[in-house]
């Protein structure tokens, strides 16, 4: 386990400061050119950041005047020289131009961070949801 002050925390930090900013290229500076990402949404998997994209620039065109504030939980790190590892429940909420949460929901991350070039970036991200045994639905929310 890592501090909160740590490197990889400083990842978490810029990824919920490029979402809230809606900054495309903040955000794809987060990762690798190779990064693979199986997201949660749509795609099997992203293969490589440019494929991922176009998707990020739609997500955040399509906002409007609202805003996405990112939070984590329960992050659990663990770090070598060269690669780390993260684990967190991560809640996503929309916040309106008023500054009012309209709705959120929350999913569960593992990233696979390689320091490349004197920083940390994510070569591989894993987001999912549990679905429901009974209703078959996703569970956007922990109990």
Do not use: C
Not at 31 to 41: E, P, Q, S
Not at 90 to 109: D, K, P, V
Request: without cysteine.
């Amino acid at each position: 386990m890592t501090s909160p002050t740590s490197p990889i925390h400083a990842v978490l930090s810029a990824y919920t400061s490029a979402v809230y900013a809606q900054d495309v290229d903040a955000f794809m500076q987060l990762y690798t050119a190779d990064a693979r990402v199986f997201d949660t949404w749509g795609v099997w998997s992203y293969e490589g950041s440019q494929a991922r994209r176009p998707t990020i620039a739609q997500w955040f065109s399509s906002l409007g005047t609202e805003r996405v504030q990112v939070s984590f939980e329960d992050v659990q790190v663990t770090q070598g020289a060269e690669l780390a590892f993260l684990s967190a429940i991560t809640t996503f909420a929309a916040i309106s131009a008023e500054g009012e949460m309209l709705r959120s929901m929350q999913n569960r991350l593992t990233w696979a961070l390689q320091h490349l070039d004197g920083a940390w970036r994510i070569q591989h991200e894993h987001t999912s949801t549990p679905i429901g045994f009974a209703d078959q639905k996703a569970m956007f929310h922990r109990s």
